[in-house]
Nanobody, 121 residues
Framework: QVQLAESGGGLVQPGGSLRLSCAASGRSFGIYSMGWFRQAPGKDREFVAA?????DSTLVEHGRFTISKDIAKNTMYLQLDNLEPEDTALYSCAARLWGPVTSRPGEYNFWGQGTQVTVSS
């Protein structure tokens, strides 16, 4: 089992920035890649970004966001810049134990509870 814990969400004004973190514990040595997804009220879950744990490959859906990792800390980060009200959502991280980066949520084995990001003036 892999446990994932997100942090870093909050209320920010339009144009502001946040840095989300996702810390992995448990069987984290088996992780091949991790990803971020978000879901706004009344909308489907949406892929945000993914990063490989075994090479330098990344997949980012939004140009204003940057994904990174610190393998020594078993932690993945998502830098959110120039935030817009449309970015308001619950941001969740996920991990998969086999395979490269992917935007398909069904390919991930473990999920965190999420951290809320609210962009409002």
């Amino acid at each position: 089992q892999v446990q994932l814990a997100e942090s870093g969400g909050g209320l920010v004004q339009p144009g502001g920035s946040l840095r989300l973190s996702c810390a992995a514990s448990g069987r984290s040595f088996g992780i091949y890649s991790m990803g971020w997804f978000r879901q706004a009220p009344g909308k489907d879950r949406e892929f945000v970004a993914a990063i490989s744990w075994t090479d330098d490959s990344t997949l980012v859906e939004h140009g204003r966001f940057t994904i990174s990792k610190d393998i020594a800390k078993n932690t993945m980060y998502l830098q959110l810049d120039n935030l817009e009200p449309e970015d308001t959502a619950l941001y969740s991280c996920a991990a998969r134990l086999w395979g490269p980066v992917t935007s398909r949520p069904g390919e991930y084995n473990f999920w965190g509870q999420g951290t809320q990001v609210t962009v409002s003036s």
